[in-house]
């Protein structure tokens, strides 16, 4: 069990940026970490992730907007940068962990842990 652990949320205006962090417990090789978000009322979404090859996945939404990315000396240090954000972007983020895990995907059934999330508010 690798626990995770989100940091960052918070309130902005639309068109402003945030970073969230996830910090992982521990590293496997061949693993992926993913990020999701889920509003009030709805299913829970992918939004990005990325594999051990550095190989991502963005949701349509987010695409050009959201950069997920990986600390280059730590493997268990996970990134979201949000930028442009929308009203619609508002949610709980949620960090999520995957072993044996070959290809980055946006599926919830992909990923094993789960953080307890952190909350992003877009205000119009």
């Known amino acids: 069990l690798v626990q995770v652990q989100e940091s960052g949320g918070g309130s902005v205006q639309a068109g402003g940026s945030l970073r969230l962090s996830c910090q992982a417990s521990?590293?496997?090789?061949?693993?992926?970490m993913g990020w999701f978000r889920q509003a009030p009322g709805k299913e829970r979404e992918g939004v990005a992730g990325i594999d051990d090859d550095g190989w991502t996945i963005y949701a349509d939404s987010v695409k050009g907007r959201f950069t997920i990315s990986k600390d280059n000396e730590n493997n268990t240090l996970l990134y979201l940068d949000m930028y442009n954000l929308k009203p619609e972007d508002t949610a709980m983020y949620y960090c999520a962990y995957a072993v044996f895990c070959v290809t980055a995907g946006l599926a919830t059934s992909l990923y094993h842990d789960w953080g307890q999330g952190t909350q992003v508010t877009v205000s119009s």
């Open positions: 521990e590293y496997f090789h061949r693993s992926c």
